[in-house]
């Protein structure tokens, strides 16, 4: 078995978590989203330490981050970039766009880009479908984009 | 001998039951038109079957006398028509009400029950003619049973990438996502190597983060093999490696049967579960071809010699004040049961008997001793052991058991592949003469017999500690507070004035408990023995299927006893041969070469957290 390598820190904070929803294997889903809260995705170690502490199999830990979407395993980039695909913003072109981000950044969705730089998601609808289609990147709201103008909104980020 | 531990549970147990029948309510429902008085609280299915009414299954599994269930009511498969309700009412997990009407196979559900079958089929292999579990799949019988003949449902199949470990294969294609697998690894066992992963249609059972089994803490129990209605779990074939040693004549092959594989074998060619098939067995090795038919039964008793004398040795310290000394000691012989506590008691590595297993200690003997009085080299001998597990096939592989790269152990079997190997070689079972094994590695005690149950090898050990520890006869050879199928028991045995606590589990989930009682200190043991399976080794993972019918467990364990009972010699240290071996070559138990050859040390495989500098 692998051994687990974090900074005692993390594990501390990990570990206050647990604590927190008091150790207990139910409140599993609560811990992990809280630790994902902290640390912006949950590792394999990460896994293992939340699984030791709710005394639970990894494994188990393991089923459930795979079994919701909300959980991701991968480190979300600097920017992280979410594509709506609600309604609205599909019609008016959501999946054109997608695609030139896709094509731009050489990634697929739910990845990160190797410099950690940028990462790329869909979400659903962010309520602001009079801009449509909507793309966020970080807190930053873009709204009525083509995918031409794709390639000079990464520029701004690119600097 | 007393045994107040067993009385006072005995004592609870009965208020137990009185209580339940006190508590106990009758309804009244009807199944098939049959009027039923049924206990309140069942299923369905568990009502119908006492009435004698079967209700097909699949993903159900139940091992009654060990209380494990699986229910997840996932299958659909046994669905059932309950008068007044709108949908179909799966058995297993919905209780019988007052006054239930229940019809078992209407039009609307034989229809329902098939289209479920022929979904599941629509996503499952269809290699049958090549299937290791053709013959013994539930899901193949189900589709028989049920009448398929054709898969209308025609679209994608899951893929997922075979995972091949020393003793486990996982073929996920064929997995049916019945979880019984998961319930036997996470309740019964406590290891917690499977879980569900992901969703829906990419829905599998597999470790954390899907690394391969051996990553896993898998203890290579193969519970979950036993577990499997179909192929999609199964042991590691090595029956062709034995064909082709058998049939290299520059090797001399030496095979070992374990003492459970006796009582189980026959079920294989269609004997009454229990049959004792010793001497057939035998002759069927020797028409196989190996050169010597020896006994792992041989082995058991040589553990008992080193297991003992450690065992005495460390109560002697023990009793003379020295608080260095680790008691209780805990039994070494089950491979799954060394895996498991290497992964989760790393700080107790010195607990354990550094005995070797009676399969290692076997390998030693023949590759050693009895390859030095033949006057060849190791590397011309083939050891094949016979094992009713397949956590053996790990075990015989582990880098400590091993010379210049050449293992104590070629080949572990399981019963299943001995019964395999036999209709390869086309020998009729049923007409093979009785046979005895060879001399003089396969002569053994009764004691050795009983190391395939639970509570037998604390019984051998008990028969020979006792004489040594007190130096008087042991009148009575039969401690029967040591016996039964209960998870946890203990016992205390009086070795004439000194009381011996003893604990006994079989189960992983069982040990835990034990082994958490010790870690605190709760609980003060002098001797500890642990199986991983049900019932001992008779309810091992390379044994014949039993589809959780615990009957054929008791029905083995009932033969390892009466085999016992008829041995002529019943104690470990009055074996001749063993005495012989010790005067000859060993020297002293827990001498100086039986501590180079026949014992053994443990390995921390905890998953540790380590922090980063």
Same mark, same amino acid.
């Given at each position: 078995?692998?051994?687990?390598?974090?900074?005692?820190?993390?594990?501390?904070?990990?570990?206050?978590?647990?604590?927190?929803?008091?150790?207990?294997?139910?409140?599993?889903?609560?811990?992990?989203?809280?630790?994902?809260?902290?640390?912006?995705?949950?590792?394999?170690?990460?896994?293992?330490?939340?699984?030791?502490?709710?005394?639970?199999?990894?494994?188990?830990?393991?089923?459930?981050?795979?079994?919701?979407?909300?959980?991701?395993?991968?480190?979300?980039?600097?920017?992280?970039?979410?594509?709506?695909?609600?309604?609205?913003?599909?019609?008016?072109?959501?999946?054109?766009?997608?695609?030139?981000?896709?094509?731009?950044?050489?990634?697929?969705?739910?990845?990160?880009?190797?410099?950690?730089?940028?990462?790329?998601?869909?979400?659903?609808?962010?309520?602001?479908?009079?801009?449509?289609?909507?793309?966020?990147?970080?807190?930053?709201?873009?709204?009525?984009?083509?995918?031409?103008?794709?390639?000079?909104?990464?520029?701004?980020?690119?600097? | 001998?007393?045994?107040? #531990?067993?009385?006072?549970?005995?004592?609870?147990?009965? !208020?137990?039951?009185?209580?339940?029948?006190?508590?106990?309510?009758?309804?009244?429902?009807?199944?098939?038109?049959?009027?039923?008085?049924?206990?309140?609280?069942?299923?369905?299915?568990?009502?119908?079957?006492?009435?004698?009414?079967?209700?097909?299954?699949?993903?159900?599994?139940?091992?009654?006398?060990?209380?494990?269930?699986?229910?997840?009511?996932?299958?659909?498969? +046994?669905?059932?028509?309950?008068?007044?309700?709108?949908?179909?009412?799966?058995?297993?997990?919905?209780?019988?009400?007052?006054?239930?009407?229940?019809?078992? =196979?209407?039009?609307?559900?034989?229809?329902?029950?098939?289209?479920?079958?022929?979904?599941?089929?629509?996503? =499952?292999?269809? @290699?049958? !003619?090549?299937?290791?579990?053709?013959?013994?799949?539930? !899901?193949?019988?189900?589709?028989?049973?049920?009448?398929?003949?054709?898969?209308?449902?025609?679209? %994608?199949?899951?893929?997922?990438?075979? @995972?091949?470990?020393?003793?486990?294969?996982? @073929?996920?294609?064929?997995?049916?996502?019945?979880?019984?697998?998961?319930?036997?690894?996470?309740?019964?066992?406590?290891?917690?190597?499977?879980?569900?992963?992901?969703?829906?249609?990419?829905?599998?059972?597999?470790? %954390?983060? /899907?690394?391969?089994?051996?990553?896993?803490? +898998?203890?290579?129990?193969?519970?979950?093999?036993?577990?499997?209605?179909?192929? %999609?779990?199964?042991?590691?074939?090595?029956?062709?490696? *034995?064909?082709?040693?058998?049939?290299?004549?520059?090797?001399?092959?030496?095979?070992?049967?374990?003492?459970?594989?006796?009582?189980?074998?026959?079920?294989?060619?269609?004997?009454?579960?229990?049959?004792?098939?010793?001497?057939?067995?035998?002759?069927?090795?020797?028409?196989?071809?190996?050169?010597?038919?020896?006994?792992?039964?041989?082995?058991?008793?040589?553990?008992?010699? /080193? /297991?003992?004398?450690?065992?005495?040795?460390?109560?002697?310290?023990?009793?003379?004040?020295?608080?260095?000394?680790?008691?209780?000691? !805990?039994?070494?012989?089950?491979?799954?049961?060394? #895996?498991?506590?290497?992964? #989760?008691?790393?700080?107790?590595?010195?607990?354990?008997?550094?005995?070797?297993?009676?399969?290692?200690?076997?390998?030693?003997?023949?590759?050693?001793?009895?390859?030095?009085?033949?006057?060849?080299?190791?590397?011309?001998?083939?050891?094949?052991?016979?094992?009713? +597990?397949?956590?053996?096939?790990?075990?015989?592989?582990?880098?400590?058991?091993?010379?210049?790269?050449?293992?104590?152990?070629?080949?572990?079997?399981?019963?299943?592949?001995?019964?395999?190997?036999?209709?390869?070689?086309?020998?009729?079972?049923?007409?093979?003469?009785?046979?005895?094994?060879?001399?003089?590695?396969?002569?053994?005690?009764?004691?050795?017999?009983?190391?395939?149950?639970?509570?037998?090898?604390?019984?051998?050990?008990?028969?020979?500690?006792?004489?040594?520890?007190?130096?008087?006869?042991?009148?009575?050879?039969?401690?029967?507070?040591?016996?039964?199928?209960?998870?946890?028991?203990?016992?205390?045995?009086?070795? #004439?004035?000194?009381?011996?606590?003893?604990?006994?589990? =079989?189960?992983?989930?069982? %040990?835990?408990?034990?082994?958490?009682? *010790?870690?605190?200190?709760?609980?003060?043991?002098?001797?500890?023995?642990?199986?991983?399976?049900?019932?001992? +080794?008779?309810?091992?993972?390379?044994?014949?299927?039993?589809?959780?019918?615990?009957?054929?467990?008791?029905?083995?364990?009932?033969?390892?006893?009466?085999?016992?009972?008829?041995?002529?010699?019943?104690?470990?240290?009055?074996?001749?041969?063993?005495?012989?071996?010790?005067?000859?070559?060993?020297?002293?138990?827990?001498?100086?070469?039986?501590? =180079?050859?026949?014992?053994?040390?443990?390995?921390?495989?905890?998953?540790?957290?380590?922090?980063?500098?």
């Amino acid at each position: 078995m692998a051994k687990i390598k974090l900074s005692e820190c993390k594990i501390n904070k990990i570990k206050e978590i647990c604590a927190s929803f008091g150790n207990k294997p139910g409140e599993a889903i609560n811990v992990l989203h809280k630790v994902q809260g902290e640390f912006g995705y949950l590792p394999a170690e990460v896994q293992d330490v939340i699984a030791q502490e709710l005394k639970v199999s990894t494994a188990h830990i393991y089923g459930i981050v795979t079994f919701y979407s909300f959980f991701t395993m991968l480190p979300k980039g600097e920017f992280p970039i979410s594509v709506c695909m609600g309604t609205a913003c599909y019609v008016r072109g959501a999946e054109k766009v997608l695609d030139e981000f896709k094509r731009e950044l050489n990634l697929t969705v739910g990845e990160t880009s190797e410099d950690g730089k940028f990462s790329l998601n869909c979400l659903r609808c962010v309520g602001a479908c009079g801009l449509a289609p909507v793309v966020l990147i970080g807190d930053k709201v873009y709204g009525r984009l083509t995918p031409d103008g794709v390639k000079d909104i990464l520029n701004e980020y690119r600097k | 001998m007393k045994n107040v #531990n067993s009385m006072q549970l005995a004592f609870a147990n009965d !208020l137990f039951t009185i209580k339940q029948k006190q508590k106990m309510e009758m309804i009244n429902i009807t199944i098939d038109n049959k009027p039923l008085q049924v206990e309140k609280g069942q299923t369905i299915l568990k009502a119908a079957r006492a009435a004698g009414i079967e209700i097909p299954t699949l993903c159900y599994y139940e091992l009654d006398g060990v209380k494990l269930e699986n229910r997840p009511g996932g299958c659909r498969v +046994c669905v059932v028509e309950v008068e007044g309700r709108k949908n179909l009412a799966p058995a297993c997990a919905t209780e019988v009400m007052e006054g239930m009407v229940v019809h078992t =196979h209407s039009l609307r559900v034989v229809n329902s029950r098939r289209t479920v079958v022929e979904l599941i089929l629509s996503d =499952h292999p269809s @290699d049958c !003619l090549v299937c290791s579990k053709s013959g013994n799949c539930e !899901l193949q019988s189900l589709a028989q049973k049920l009448g398929v003949r054709d898969i209308p449902y025609q679209g %994608a199949q899951s893929t997922y990438r075979k @995972d091949m470990s020393p003793a486990i294969i996982r @073929d996920i294609d064929k997995c049916v996502m019945c979880r019984r697998c998961e319930t036997v690894c996470n309740v019964w066992q406590t290891v917690g190597a499977l879980s569900a992963v992901n969703r829906g249609f990419e829905a599998v059972v597999a470790t %954390a983060f /899907e690394q391969d089994l051996v990553k896993s803490p +898998c203890t290579m129990c193969g519970q979950c093999i036993m577990a499997c209605p179909v192929g %999609a779990l199964s042991e590691v074939d090595n029956t062709r490696q *034995v064909i082709t040693a058998i049939s290299d004549p520059k090797k001399t092959v030496v095979v070992q049967t374990a003492p459970a594989v006796r009582v189980a074998l026959g079920e294989e060619f269609g004997m009454e579960p229990g049959t004792i098939v010793t001497g057939k067995m035998a002759a069927a090795l020797r028409r196989m071809g190996f050169d010597y038919i020896f006994d792992t039964d041989f082995a058991a008793d040589l553990t008992i010699m /080193e /297991e003992g004398t450690e065992l005495l040795g460390r109560i002697d310290k023990f009793m003379k004040g020295d608080k260095s000394v680790k008691l209780p000691i !805990l039994t070494s012989c089950c491979p799954g049961w060394v #895996n498991f506590f290497e992964t #989760n008691y790393p700080d107790m590595l010195d607990v354990p008997s550094t005995a070797k297993s009676p399969q290692q200690m076997f390998g030693a003997v023949a590759k050693n001793y009895w390859a030095n009085k033949l006057g060849i080299k190791r590397e011309d001998m083939v050891v094949v052991s016979i094992m009713p +597990c397949v956590a053996k096939k790990f075990e015989c592989q582990r880098d400590e058991f091993k010379e210049n790269s050449n293992p104590d152990v070629d080949f572990a079997l399981t019963t299943r592949e001995l019964a395999e190997l036999i209709r390869q070689f086309n020998i009729d079972f049923d007409t093979l003469p009785e046979e005895d094994f060879d001399q003089p590695l396969g002569v053994s005690t009764g004691a050795a017999v009983i190391f395939g149950a639970t509570g037998g090898v604390i019984e051998a050990a008990t028969r020979t500690a006792y004489e040594i520890f007190t130096g008087k006869k042991l009148e009575k050879v039969d401690f029967k507070e040591l016996r039964g199928l209960e998870g946890v028991r203990e016992a205390v045995v009086d070795f #004439n004035g000194t009381p011996i606590h003893l604990g006994i589990a =079989h189960g992983l989930a069982n %040990a835990r408990k034990l082994l958490d009682q *010790v870690r605190t200190g709760e609980c003060q043991f002098h001797a500890i023995e642990v199986m991983a399976c049900p019932g001992g +080794c008779i309810g091992g993972a390379g044994q014949p299927f039993h589809h959780g019918n615990f009957d054929i467990i008791k029905k083995r364990y009932d033969a390892i006893y009466r085999e016992d009972a008829g041995k002529p010699i019943r104690k470990s240290h009055e074996n001749p041969f063993i005495q012989e071996l010790y005067k000859e070559w060993l020297g002293q138990p827990c001498g100086e070469l039986s501590h =180079h050859l026949l014992h053994t040390h443990y390995f921390d495989k905890s998953n540790h957290i380590e922090i980063e500098g």
